[in-house]
T-cell receptor, first 113, second 110 residues
């Protein structure tokens, strides 16, 4: 199994540009999570999906952030327009079932200049 | 919130010594999980302990859970330089997502 796959690994963009982060969860996993990690705030849960349906997006910072999961094997996190304070590492994680362990991707290091 | 809080924030020990990290939480749980993060990488699951378990072992790892005190500890025995990482706990209740604390940064000095 290839694990959770995230792309790109690194993204450098200018303020105001649109950024799209991608995630492919492990096959057979029915829950997907997007987290953001910074030194100041630690690991923050942004949004999670169960069976491709968004369950809780209360962690999404503001309307500039949106996430979709069009099918069981793909999810995107979009930031439009991006701002320097969005600079962070964004992680995607998936799990097979309720209460089970999470498998994390390698993350996307986002730098907004 | 199912957030666990790790303590201490940072820990520095010599190779061969044991490292103990603690986690406290506030609500009832189904299980508690410990994760490890090497610098620049995603979190990796280490061990899961269910609410009806009191102790669990995995290699050099020993985890305890005290539901009456709402606390858990992670013990790494005979530490190695390669154990240098950040360690996080997270509690789980039903189908809610895992919420992580700020973690404990462990440095093992060779």
């Amino acid at each position: 199994d290839a694990g959770v796959i995230q792309s790109p690994r690194h993204e450098v963009t200018e303020m105001g540009q649109e950024v799209t982060l991608r995630c492919k969860p492990i096959s057979g996993h029915n829950s997907l999570f997007w987290y953001r990690q910074t030194m100041m705030r630690g690991l923050e849960l942004l949004i999670y999906f169960n069976n491709n349906v968004p369950i809780d997006d209360s962690g999404m910072p503001e309307d500039r952030f949106s996430a979709k999961m069009p099918n069981a094997s793909f999810s995107t996190l979009k930031i439009q327009p991006s701002e320097p304070r969005d600079s962070a590492v964004y992680f995607c994680a998936s799990r097979r079932g309720e209460s089970e362990k999470l498998f994390f991707g390698s993350g996307t290091q986002l730098s907004v200049l | 919130s199912q957030q666990g809080e790790e303590d201490p924030q940072a820990l520095s020990i010599q190779e061969g010594e044991n490292a103990t990290m603690n986690c406290s939480y506030k609500t009832s749980i189904n299980n508690l999980q410990w994760y490890r993060q090497n610098s620049g990488r995603g979190l990796v699951h280490l061990i899961l302990i269910r609410s009806n378990e009191r102790e669990k072992h995995s290699g050099r790892l020993r985890v305890t859970l005290d539901t009456s005190k709402k606390s858990s500890s992670l013990l790494i025995t005979a530490s190695r330089a390669a154990d240098t990482a950040s360690y996080f706990c997270a509690t789980v209740r039903g189908n809610t997502p895992l919420v992580f604390g700020k973690g404990t940064r462990l440095s093992v000095i060779a």
